[in-house]
T-cell receptor
Framework: GESVGLHLPTLSVQEGDNSIINCAYSNSASDYFIWYKQESGKGPQFIIDIRSNMDKRQGQRVTVLLNKTVKHLSLQIAATQPGDSAVYFCAENRRGTASKLTFGTGTRLQVTL | NAGVTQTPKFQVLKTGQSMTLQCAQDMNHEYMSWYRQDPGMGLRLIHYSVGAGITDQGEVPNGYNVSRSTTEDFPLRLLSAAPSQTSVYFC?????????????FGEGSRLTVL
């Protein structure tokens, strides 16, 4: 069936290093992907998105890469900081289905000093 | 702007009781939705609305009702609570056009059903 999933449940990174969080999807009809950050006790917060007609998009300290051939996307965080410690979710949104997101199970990013 | 406001933040129910989780947004967003978050399962869509008077089912709608009488409010009703509905519930809203995936989430409502 359709799924949006993550390769690793927990990622531990030293402060200052770059982080890479991976996500796989199985629905070829998916055309829009989003990364969310969720801090403990809070709701998810939008980080960055990418449409299927792109393969890379950059934001402030974050980059999302999309590989449609292998149905894979990744979130790269440059110079990881303690404030980046959170659970990161990838989500999928198909055309015409605004607000209907399919979420992955999440990756916990732990930043060590 | 307050964004998306959910009440209550915590609630304990007995099996069979009913209750309503409130959600309000002050961003004039057309699209609103309810998700539940269970450990190890990410967020799953319960119900959503594309505008006042219009609602539809998501992935896990059984046991829940919604209505959308105004643009601002989107309450979620549990008809007869069951232990399987123990979860954290998130309400979200979005403009719906352009950045269709940029949902704005509330802080969540943690529900325990005994």
């Amino acid at each position: 069936g359709e799924s949006v999933g993550l390769h690793l449940p927990t990622l531990s990174v030293q402060e200052g290093d770059n982080s890479i969080i991976n996500c796989a999807y199985s629905n070829s009809a998916s055309d829009y992907f989003i990364w969310y950050k969720q801090e403990s006790g809070k709701g998810p917060q939008f980080i960055i998105d990418i449409r299927s007609n792109m393969d890379k998009r950059q934001g402030q300290r974050v980059t999302v890469l999309l590989n449609k051939t292998v149905k894979h996307l990744s979130l790269q965080i440059a110079a990881t900081q303690p404030g980046d410690s959170a659970v990161y979710f990838c989500a999928e949104n198909r055309r015409g289905t605004a607000s209907k997101l399919t979420f992955g199970t999440g990756t916990r990013l732990q930043v060590t000093l | 702007n307050a964004g998306v406001t959910q009440t209550p933040k915590f609630q304990v129910l007995k099996t069979g009781q009913s209750m309503t989780l409130q959600c309000a947004q002050d961003m004039n967003h057309e699209y609103m939705s309810w998700y539940r978050q269970d450990p190890g399962m990410g967020l799953r869509l319960i119900h959503y609305s594309v505008g006042a008077g219009i609602t539809d089912q998501g992935e896990v709608p059984n046991g829940y009702n919604v209505s959308r009488s105004t643009t601002e409010d989107f309450p979620l009703r549990l008809l007869s609570a069951a232990p399987s509905q123990t979860s954290v519930y998130f309400c979200a809203s979005t403009r719906g056009l352009g950045q269709a995936g940029e949902l704005f989430f509330g802080e969540g409502s943690r529900l325990t059903v005994l």
